[in-house]
């Protein structure tokens, strides 16, 4: 079942992120959240073009995406970022399928976002391919733009208009 998060799900969303934080390439983060940090970014979320869902599966939160402001000028309010995490113990079953699916159908339901946009690690294929499953396309690599576990990463930017 998707649903869209609640306060109590934060918990849930810091475990399964910080996971990634530090054990993957995937976030450029490298401290993982505490409970304050992911408070207010689920605070900051929680308006009608910056929605944050999960995933549940027997009342567990196992995966979650977020629709988050691009940038922060006005310029940019229709356009958005999106991210996407599935819990390490449930990928392979179709759950970021169902979300970015999910996610993609309320975007295009709303007047208020024309512009999606995935910034992915260059070498996460599989995101990569998830986005352009759904007709991302392709808006240029930024190479060498951060550094994780003592390696320069580049990212991929990939944009779908609604």
Partial sequence: MIRTATLDD???INKIYNYEVTNTTVTFDTQ???ESSGIKWFLAHNDSNHPIFVYVIDDKV???CSLSPYRFLDAYAQ???ISLYVHKEYRKQGIGKDLCRYVLDYAKNRD???NIIAVITSDNEKSINLFKFFGFEDGGTIPQ???KFGKLLSITNLYKII
């Fill in 10 to 12: 934060v918990s849930s």
């Fill in 32 to 34: 993982p959240r505490d």
């Fill in 62 to 64: 196992v995966g979650y």
């Fill in 79 to 81: 356009t958005v970022e």
């Fill in 112 to 114: 208020d976002i024309h």
């Fill in 145 to 147: 733009t951060g550094r």
